[in-house]
């Protein structure tokens, strides 16, 4: 879980730039969390709105001029739909919102 602590806290913390490798952008919702790791995330679940569930709605209320620059890395092998359903996903959130990744 280090990218997805690393965007947290890189955000949280107000960083000039966040290296996240393998990040992890949901806790719920995606076929790592609710399944082979699910022992470890299913005491977090108790409430599914909660913003850290996802770190999109972390970033939503952060002001884009005020966003950090992302370095991303990610593995192509990994479990399966990992990069589709986290790394991907970030991208397409962070182009939307006009944010810099290297």
Excluded: C, E, W
Excluded at 10 to 38: C, E, P, R, V, W
Excluded at 51 to 59: N, P
Aim: charged letters at 20%.
């Amino acid at each position: 879980m280090g990218g997805y602590g690393a965007i947290l806290h890189g955000f949280t913390l107000k960083a000039f730039a966040i290296y996240a490798h393998i990040l992890q952008l949901k806790l719920s919702g995606t076929m790592y969390a609710d399944g082979i790791n699910h022992k470890y995330y299913g005491h977090l679940l108790s409430d599914p709105d909660d913003i850290h569930m996802d770190l999109a709605k972390v970033i939503v209320g952060k002001p884009v001029s005020k966003s950090p620059v992302l370095f991303l890395s990610q593995n192509t092998i990994d479990r399966p739909n990992y990069v589709r359903q986290h790394f991907y996903l970030l991208s397409k959130y962070v182009i939307k919102r006009d944010l810099l990744i290297v």
